[in-house]
């Protein structure tokens, strides 16, 4: 009787260990679920569909191609100018909103009249939704009635309007300017954070020593804020080589293919033309090759953490 007694004794605390290391997996499940449900199963659903030709208004839509789908990509060349095209998208728009929002974020951790007020609007274009300012900024650029040509026009900087939208060679980086007035508020909004965490007294000592204020900026801030710089530019470049909202409403991804990105060009292929298979394949290539970009950002800024 006193053995049984002493091996429940022994067992007590094995089970309540593993109860302990059990917790945490079994608060997680429930997340974990619903991501497998929402996220992994229509990725692998969208796998499964890019072998196929899946054309819906076709008498036989349905079809197994295995990998034609991807093939034909390769010979494709709308596919490559909408691949050269995102990158344009994301390695200009990204940078841009980076830097505007850390001048930004400079400014108004400074001390001056109206900073709360200052604060607050600058958080209007990340608020409104990516349509209205789609539409707004279509109306800015409109030849006829813009009033972006009217003021270049009184400035003497052009002669006559110009059709940005309508244009091959500036439609692209007139879409670009849109969103990255769009987008600089949210850096904004993570650099200041970052920017009130670092202490002032390091500030103060740097001063005493006779730092001027871009070394105080180079040693400083810039390390202070490095590791928010990295995290919110990790989510832009997701963001940002996901979004087509705003390209679509502003141009359709014309003139031509003058702003097609490779989300875009999925879309118009799947959703306009009902080529699912194609367009599905085009999505899938695209998530692989931004997995690729982000494996690389997050295996560069891990080696920079342990240095």
């Not at 007035?181 to 949210?186: A, S």
């Not at 989300?263 to 080529?275: E, V």
């Amino acid at each position: 009787m006193s053995s049984a007694t002493d091996l429940s004794a022994l067992d007590a605390p094995r089970r309540t260990r593993w109860k302990l290391r059990a917790t945490p997996y079994l608060l997680l499940a429930p997340a974990l679920l619903v991501t497998f449900v929402v996220v992994f199963l229509p990725m692998a659903e969208a796998v499964v569909t890019s072998l196929y030709e899946l054309v819906l208004f076709r008498p036989n839509a349905s079809r197994f191609i295995g990998l034609s789908n991807y093939v034909a990509l390769l010979n494709d060349p709308v596919f490559w100018t909408a691949l050269w095209q995102t990158c344009i998208w994301i390695g200009l728009t990204v940078p841009l909103q980076m830097g505007l929002g850390l001048v930004a974020a400079l400014l108004l951790n400074k001390e001056f009249a109206w900073r709360g007020l200052a604060r607050a609007l600058v958080i209007i274009p990340w608020a409104l939704p990516s349509v209205v300012i789609a539409l707004m900024w279509r109306w800015i650029y409109d030849p006829n009635t813009g009033v972006l040509n009217d003021i270049l026009i009184h400035l003497s900087i052009i002669q006559t309007a110009v059709p940005w939208l309508a244009d091959p060679d500036r439609a692209l980086y007139a879409v670009i300017a849109t969103l990255v007035w769009q987008g600089f508020p949210f850096f904004t909004v993570m650099i200041l954070a970052g920017l009130q965490g670092i202490p002032r007294s390091q500030y103060e000592a740097a001063s005493i020593d006779g730092a001027s204020a871009w070394r105080q900026f180079r040693h400083i801030t810039l390390p202070g804020i490095a590791p928010i710089l990295a995290t919110a530019g990790l989510l832009r470049i997701i963001w940002v080589a996901n979004s087509m909202d705003v390209i679509f409403v502003m141009t359709g991804g014309g003139p031509g293919y003058a702003t097609h990105t490779l989300p875009l060009y999925a879309f118009i292929k799947a959703r306009q033309n009902l080529d699912f298979g194609y367009g599905t394949a085009i999505a899938v290539t695209f998530t692989l090759l931004l997995g690729l970009v982000v494996a690389a950002y997050i295996f560069r800024s891990m080696r920079e953490v342990e240095r």
